[in-house]
């Protein structure tokens, strides 16, 4: 069910704790009665309801679409049927991308996609330029998405950089097998996995990589067990107070606000070795709290500085002792610090 958070904070924009309260809905909704079939535990229908209703009323629209380019880039990872032992997920973007771009769908189709797991919801299927494309859920692949969001940074900001990388898993899972008609596979759902590939990509940087996992209490809570929801935050509680998670959290903090560090998108598909890794200045102080208009100076030395041509600039700051040429310099390395 994480594709459907990630739709409720990214898609759809709601704060955290209105994305909270909606996933509680969706979860009691789709997962309160089971069905006396074998093929499949839950009503696909009452899941597409409840998430329908949900789009609707935070986008007055129930058949709103998944593109969004404008919006936070955000997508989701679904399993084609026909392919399902490649385990490599289709994902479902909000945005364009020039190559392999996703199926063209609605939001409520997108969340159906991503949840459509095996044993569970019976798989949907997407008309993708006229043809019928079935999907099984993102279990398979997109257990913990981060290589793909790394992946899809380097595509979507190529000449970017990146200063915080953070990962949020959903707990300590046991493995499950699930079985269908087709095919048999036993999916283990640790998560730890990916992480611990991306813990490896990162050893040589420092507050950078943060990841965080409720480490126990969370074995036999499933997706389907939406009347724990209180143990879920229990059990997240219990784990933020310990000193080392605590600590952790302090840290990532000061990393975000800070963002000292800076390694380009392209480079994220591998091991970053030190070299690659720009660290900002921590030497130049903010201005003075009073400083207060000077925005056509401002101006004049950010046309020459960021003029598009390559190579040094040079802008000669020139007046009497006291004048605010200090302050000037200060106020324009904060304003663009991070360019």
Known sequence: MGGVVAILLGRLGLRVEDAIEAYQRIAEGAF????????????ATKLESIITSVVEQHTAQADAPMANPEGCKT???????????????????????????????????????????????????????????????????????????LAEAGRVFVDRVV??????????????????????VAISRDRERVAQE?????QYTTDVYFRFNVDQGMQNIG???????????????????????????????????????????????GIIPPTNIVRALRSCPPPSATFVGQEEALS??????FDGIEGRHIFVLNGLGGAGKTQLALKFAQDYRNK
């Open 32 to 43: 309160s009665e089971r069905k006396l079939s074998r093929e499949e535990a839950f009503k």
């Open 75 to 149: 997508f989701v990872c679904a399993i084609q049927a026909d392919n399902i032992t490649a385990g490599t997920p289709t994902l479902i973007r909000t945005y364009d991308v020039s190559e392999n771009d996703g199926p063209k769908c609605k939001i409520v189709q997108a969340a159906l996609a991503t949840t459509a797991m095996m044993g569970y919801f019976k798989p949907i299927t997407i008309n993708d330029s006229g043809i019928g494309i079935t999907y099984v859920g993102g279990e398979l692949g997109g257990n913990n998405p981060t290589g793909h969001m």
């Open 163 to 184: 200063s915080c990388i953070f990962s949020i898993g959903a707990g300590h899972l046991h493995p499950i097998n699930l079985k269908s008609k087709d095919v048999g």
């Open 198 to 202: 991306m813990a490896r990509r990162f």
């Open 223 to 269: 997706a389907a067990n939406w009347e724990k929801m209180p143990e879920v935050v229990s059990h997240t509680r219990q784990h933020t107070t310990l000193f080392e998670v605590s600590s952790r959290l302090t840290q990532a903090a000061k990393a975000f606000a800070k963002a000292d560090t800076f390694i380009p998108v392209a480079q994220l598909g």
């Open 300 to 305: 004049q030395m950010a046309h020459c500085i």
